[in-house]
Structure formats: C-alpha cells, structure tokens
Nanobody, 124 residues
Framework: QVQLVESGGGLVQAGGSLRLSCAASERTFNKYHMGWFRQAPGKEREFVAAIRRDGGDIYNGDSVKGRFTMSSDNAKNTVYLQMNSLKPEDTAVYYC?????????????????WGQGTQVTVSS
C-alpha cells in the first residue's frame, strides 16, 4: 500500500507562510485522490484541500479558501499545500491522505492511507 510522508511544518508568525510537502511511495496520478486534513487538540479532523486523481478538480475547505493552495508534481509523486496569510486558528497537525476509490470525496473517513502528520503552529 502507498506510504505517505509529510514535511514542512513548523512555527510561524501570524500572516506568514509555509509550504507542506507529502511524498508518496508510488505513483498517485490517476491512481489516488489526494487530500490534506488537519486536527487541532480537542477538535475533529477537518478537511483542508483535495485534488482528484487526474488533477482535474481541486477543492478547498471553507476556512482556508483564498489562503491555501494545493498542487501536485506527478513526476515526484508529491503533493503540496501552500499556506499563506496564516492565522493562529490554523494551528494543528496537518495530515496527507490518499484514497483509491473511484468517487472523489472530501471527508476524512473516505481516505484509507494516511501520513504521520506534521505540526504547524502559528503564533499571534
């Protein structure tokens, strides 16, 4: 099964930017829908962004629209999450996930492959 490794998290001041990376152990293009989710302490896992397996659609969660951008580099089997205008409420562990189902979904329960997560902390 596919292995996912996130990187790029860290501590940043409010208004700053970070770029997260998620490297997959195998080809994801036309094989897996890819998603980013986040989970803050005491809260449920939240959808951030997802890209359909053929790259044809990218969806963003309401709380990050206009600030976060998901992209992919198929040659590197890597997806990215560019996060701009970060806010303290963006503080969470960010997870990369893959879903091999035919239907493109944005709910955490649909994804069956997960990375270990990377911590993002935004200070005010």
């Amino acid at each position: 099964q596919v292995q996912l490794v996130e990187s790029g998290g860290g501590l940043v001041q409010a208004g700053g930017s970070l770029r997260l990376s998620c490297a997959a152990s195998e080809r994801t293009f036309n094989k897996y829908h890819m998603g980013w989710f986040r989970q803050a302490p005491g809260k449920e896992r939240e959808f951030v962004a997802a890209i359909r397996r053929d790259g044809g659609d990218i969806y963003n969660g309401d709380s990050v629209k206009g600030r976060f951008t998901m992209s992919s580099d198929n040659a590197k089997n890597t997806v990215y999450l560019q996060m701009n205008s970060l806010k303290p409420e963006d503080t969470a562990v960010y997870y990369c996930a893959a879903d091999r189902a035919i239907i493109f979904r944005t709910t955490a329960g649909a994804y069956d492959h997960w990375g270990q997560g990377t911590q993002v902390t935004v200070s005010s």
